[in-house]
């Protein structure tokens, strides 16, 4: 009985932390005297019943704390490797908190306008840089709710696993309350926000090493009155595009799959590439692009490519040949890379697993590698063969190289429109009304050059069409193509504005010193690039350049770099 009296010492000799838990010591030593357990045993039964006790205080505290907080907090969660995290950091370099934060990150990659640091002593030229909350706990305001939001960075090893070379991270934004409406408006306005900055830009989705979609660039829009090719082939295909993505109802009242596909073929560096994404720009359609030589593109990853696709969108694949043949050591074999070619191409191309409402272009610079199955009518409906520069073709590129500077009446007209234009950028919602000024410029454009030379396979036209001649752009519901931004308007004019104009007779000249069908339109290209404002100079080199490189071939489809590929 002695040590009974003693107990609650002994108690904190043995376990000190059960001092701290007198009664609990006391029914423990009790029930262990009872039991007739030693001392030692004792001790040993103390200790496991109160580690019994922390861990069911931990797993009910947390269940509880878990509860209390679905209870009264909301929260959202973004993951780097979803479009919703740009959406997020988007938002975030416009709020004025990120201008604020003393814990912030700073980021040049997010190409977009506004939070550009100008004057005050750093140098205009410099690139855009962009404040965000750096990596951590932030507290702000938003619609006079405090909101709170968390960056985390995920282990590298986390990363590496997840095959990215980008750290993974996550944002989490909650605030008190019940209710999701405060965070869902965030989440809309910064996807609004997204969105209207790619109004007056391409945007171009590539798949990712998993198979998925992933936005990679977006280019200001082409227009496409800057394609050198017959306007009547540029008009006959706008058209035809129009007037498929207003005829979903026709197609499917006749039960005609709903796609339309064009093949684009013929020399390198001639413009096939640059047509597809001007024509996507004037439809207000994204670009999803199939690389067939991309390595970890397997027979699933294809067709789940096509079957992502949203429903209206331009589908490319670029050298479409690379799905049958590669070329080794100057011999055609047969492609051994993971995707096994064609059954499983148009498999992914018309399947089931096809994407309706979308359209589909192909180019190639080996029409004569594809195999007849694949550019049968049904999956390409038109071709047209893009072939070297002609005489036409190189005056055309000249004087689009020099142009006149706009004239005052032209200028004024253009600040008025650019006001409007303004104006409903202001009010309008994403989807604009607007006539895009490049479709009004391509009906107005005269033929300048005989679409002779330029074949455009159109055995298989638009049954729409045929039922419904009025042109598509005049029709109704016609897709609004997006309006150039206000600042591309001002860039362009300015560069207008410094330009040295050609004058016709130069155009003649310079035309009259290329040969026909010799020179790729990119090689042109690139020889005016040397000579960017000084069109007599490119007269007085062209006969030389032309000489030079008449003995050179390969010269005669070089391909210069493309000018609009920088985000
Ligand atoms: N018809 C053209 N009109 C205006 N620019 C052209 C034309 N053809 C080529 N270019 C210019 O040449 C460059 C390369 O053109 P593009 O990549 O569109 O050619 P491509 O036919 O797709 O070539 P490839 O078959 O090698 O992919 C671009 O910078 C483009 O501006």
Redesign the pocket.
């Known amino acids: 009985m002695e040590g009974h009296a003693a107990m609650p010492y002994s108690i904190s000799r043995r376990g000190p932390a059960l001092a701290t838990l007198p009664p609990i010591g006391l029914i423990v030593a009790s029930l262990a005297e009872r039991l007739g357990v030693g001392e030692f045993a004792t001790g040993g039964l103390q200790l496991a019943v109160l580690g019994g006790l922390v861990a069911v205080g931990r797993y009910f505290g947390g269940t509880i704390y878990a509860y209390i907080k679905k209870r009264i907090v909301v929260t959202a969660e973004f993951d780097s490797r979803d479009e919703s995290y740009s959406w997020i950091l988007n938002w975030l370099t416009d709020h004025p908190y990120s201008t604020k934060a003393t814990q912030f990150s700073v980021s040049t990659s997010i190409c977009r306008a506004g939070q550009r640091l100008t004057g005050e002593g750093l140098d205009a030229h410099l690139p855009p840089v962009y404040f965000l909350p750096a990596p951590g706990f932030h507290l702000f305001t938003y619609h006079s709710r405090i909101l709170w939001l968390s960056r985390d960075r995920v282990s590298k090893s986390a990363s590496a696993a997840s095959g990215t070379n980008a750290p993974l991270e996550t944002i989490k934004i909650g605030t008190f309350g019940r209710s999701r409406h405060i965070l869902e408006r965030l989440v809309f306005e910064a996807q609004k926000k997204y969105i209207d900055r790619d109004q007056s830009r391409t945007v171009v989705y590539a798949a990712d090493q998993y198979g998925a979609w992933r936005r990679t660039r977006s280019r200001p829009k082409?227009p496409l009155s800057?394609?050198?090719?017959p306007s009547s082939i540029k008009r006959h295909l706008l058209h035809d595009a129009h007037d498929f993505l207003r005829s979903e109802q026709w197609y499917s009242d006749r039960g005609i799959p709903y796609r339309r596909g064009y093949l684009?073929y013929?020399?390198?560096?001639?413009?096939?590439?640059?047509?597809?994404?001007a024509l996507a720009g004037e439809l207000g359609l994204n670009i999803y692009v199939i690389n067939l030589s991309n390595k970890s593109l397997t027979d699933d990853t294809l067709a789940e490519l096509v079957t992502d696709t949203p429903t209206r969108c331009l589908l490319l694949i670029?050298?479409v040949d690379a799905a049958f043949v590669q070329r080794v050591k100057g011999q055609d074999v047969v492609n051994n890379i993971t995707f096994s070619g064609k059954s499983r191409l148009l498999n992914a191309i018309d399947g089931v697993a096809a994407q309706e409402g979308r359209i589909l272009c192909m180019?190639?610079?080996h029409i004569d590698r594809l195999d007849p199955a694949l550019i049968r009518p049904g999956r390409i409906d038109l071709r047209v063969e893009?072939t070297r520069?002609s005489k036409e073709?190189a005056r055309?590129?000249f004087e689009?190289f020099y142009p006149p500077p706009p004239s005052e009446e032209e200028e004024e007209a253009e600040c008025s429109a650019e006001d409007e234009i303004a104006h409903v950028e202001r009010t309008s919602a994403v989807e604009s009304k607007l006539i895009s000024p490049w479709s009004q410029e391509l009906v107005q454009e005269p033929e300048t050059m005989p679409p002779r030379r330029w074949t455009l396979d159109r055995r298989l036209t638009s049954t729409a069409e045929m039922l419904d001649p009025t042109p598509a752009t005049s029709r109704p519901n016609s897709p609004s193509p997006r309006p150039m931004s206000s600042a591309n308007r001002r860039a362009s004019r300015m560069v207008r504005r410094q330009s040295v104009a050609a004058t016709p007779e130069q155009a003649d000249l310079f035309a009259s010193m290329i040969p026909n069908d010799t020179f790729?339109?990119?090689?042109?290209?690139?020889f005016l690039m040397e000579y960017k404002s000084r069109p007599e100079l490119a007269i007085a080199h062209v006969s030389a350049w032309v000489e030079q490189n008449l003995k050179d071939p390969r010269t005669s489809?070089t391909?210069?770099?493309?000018?609009?590929t920088e985000e």
Do not use: C, W, Y
């Open positions: 082409r800057t394609i050198v090719i684009l013929g020399t390198p560096g001639s413009g096939k590439t640059s047509f597809i994404h670029e050298d180019t190639t610079n893009f520069a073709q055309e590129l689009r790729s339109m990119a090689a042109l290209q690139g489809t391909n210069t770099p493309d000018p609009d």
